[in-house]
């Protein structure tokens, strides 16, 4: 059973960065893909971006090109985004999640993490 442990939210002022950590366990991550979601009061979940975790090969979603950095240190299990630039629009809470097989739903979510950007 994989489980996924978001840290790292928090609050912070429009303009500052944080970054947050999911570190995962109950399995060798070998292969499959991990990816960082958001979900905002009143708004479906989305993606921010994602990573393979074999090759690192990475994707972000437009609307956090040049603003974010996703990262894993396959040593640890952890995988990393760092948010630079942050709006108070990007406050929402954020999940992390993991998929076995390159296409498809992801299977396992973490608890999720509040981040909040203040004006």
């Known amino acids: 059973q994989v489980q996924l442990v978001e840290s790292g939210g928090g609050l912070v002022q429009a303009g500052g960065s944080l970054r947050l950590s999911c570190a995962a366990s109950g399995r060798t991550f070998s292969g499959g893909r991990m990816g960082w979601f958001r979900q905002a009061p009143g708004k479906e979940r989305e993606i921010v971006a994602a990573?393979?975790?074999?090759?690192?090969?990475?994707i972000i979603a437009a609307s956090m090109k040049g603003r974010v950095t996703i990262s894993r240190d396959n040593a640890k299990n952890t995988m990393y985004l760092q948010m630079n630039g942050l709006r108070p629009e990007d406050t929402a809470v954020y999940y992390c999640?993991?998929?076995?097989?390159?296409?498809?739903?992801?299977?396992?979510w973490g608890q999720g993490t509040q981040v909040t950007v203040s004006s």
């Open positions: 990573i393979n975790w074999s090759d690192g090969t990475t």
């Open positions: 999640a993991f998929r076995s097989n390159p296409v498809g739903p992801y299977n396992y």
